[in-house]
């Protein structure tokens, strides 16, 4: 399952599922996460890593959507 980083809070990751439905995380289990980051969830595992490369390209699209908005 691919979820997205919303918000840290505490020792907390709050991640974004299907629908506006949230889900938290203890952030020792993930320690190098921040905000806006594309994980991925191993359903059979539960394993969560962070997946840099959709990361990457997630940033551009939203650099570039913004880029589009606040034009001169």
Do not use: A, Q
Request: aromatic share 4%; charged share 45%.
């Amino acid at each position: 399952m691919e979820v997205i980083v919303d918000r840290i809070e505490n020792n907390l990751v709050v991640i974004e599922l299907d629908k506006g439905k949230v889900m938290t995380y203890k952030i020792d289990k993930i320690p190098t996460v921040k905000e806006g980051d594309v994980l991925e969830i191993n359903s059979d595992t539960k394993e969560v890593f962070v997946n840099k490369k959709k990361t990457k390209e997630r940033k551009k699209k939203i650099k570039k959507l913004m880029d589009k908005v606040f034009t001169d």
